[in-house]
């Protein structure tokens, strides 16, 4: 059974920095991916940031691409989010999710099979 624990969220003044982690446990991610997702009040649940585990490749959305880093640490199969100059905006609850396999739809939420519990992260202007 697969497990994603996030760890590092809490609340910041706009400009400021966070950094997520989240640690997996369970199936090997090794050839997949692992991704964060975003849910904001009232929003739904949006990519952030993605990295394919076997070569580093990243992508971003475009409303972080710049401020935001996805890394990830195969050894650990743990998975890490750096956020620096925060906005407002960026509140939200944030998950991170993976898959085994990677394939295309990396950005939709639909195609992880695996996600974690989500930690909050607030952004006070």
């Known amino acids: 059974q697969a497990q994603l624990v996030e760890s590092g969220g809490g609340w910041v003044q706009a400009g400021g920095s966070l950094r997520l982690s989240c640690a997996a446990s369970g199936p090997t991610f090794s050839n997949g991916g692992m991704g964060w997702f975003r849910q904001g009040p009232g929003k739904e649940r949006e990519f952030v940031a993605v990295?394919?585990?076997?070569?580093?490749?990243?992508y971003y959305a475009d409303s972080v691409k710049g401020r935001f880093a996805i890394s990830g640490d195969n050894a650990k199969n743990t998975v890490y989010l750096q956020m620096n100059s925060l906005k407002p905006e960026d509140t939200a609850v944030y998950y991170c999710?993976?898959?085994?396999?990677?394939?295309?739809?990396?950005?939709?939420?639909?195609?992880?099979?695996?996600w974690g519990q989500g930690t909050q992260v607030t952004v006070s202007s």
């Open positions: 999710a993976a898959r085994t396999v990677w394939g295309r739809a990396y950005g939709e939420a639909g195609s992880y099979a695996y």
């Open positions: 990295i394919m585990n076997r070569t580093g490749w990243t």
